[in-house]
């Protein structure tokens, strides 16, 4: 919720040496360039929330965990 999201960047803001690590696990529907998109694209959106919130871009690690366990880091 964007509640939560404003209370975690208020927090980076006054703590500028911490970093937000973003997971998103995708779901075993559909193919898995299918579901690792969806991923990606709901990872983005809660970045850019940060962002438009005042963190900086620098301090935020995105990690997606596809299916059967794979992982794609998008730093």
Known sequence: SLR???RHSQYLKQN????VTLIGYS??????????AIMERRLAAVSGQFQELGVEKSRIR??????KGS???CE
Request: hydrophobic fraction near 25%; glycine fraction near 12%.
């Open 71 to 73: 992982q794609k880091s």
């Open 16 to 19: 500028p040496k911490r970093t």
């Open 27 to 36: 779901e075993s529907f559909g193919s898995r360039n299918y579901t690792l």
């Open 62 to 67: 995105r990690i997606i965990f596809g299916g």
């Open 4 to 6: 939560k999201l404003q």
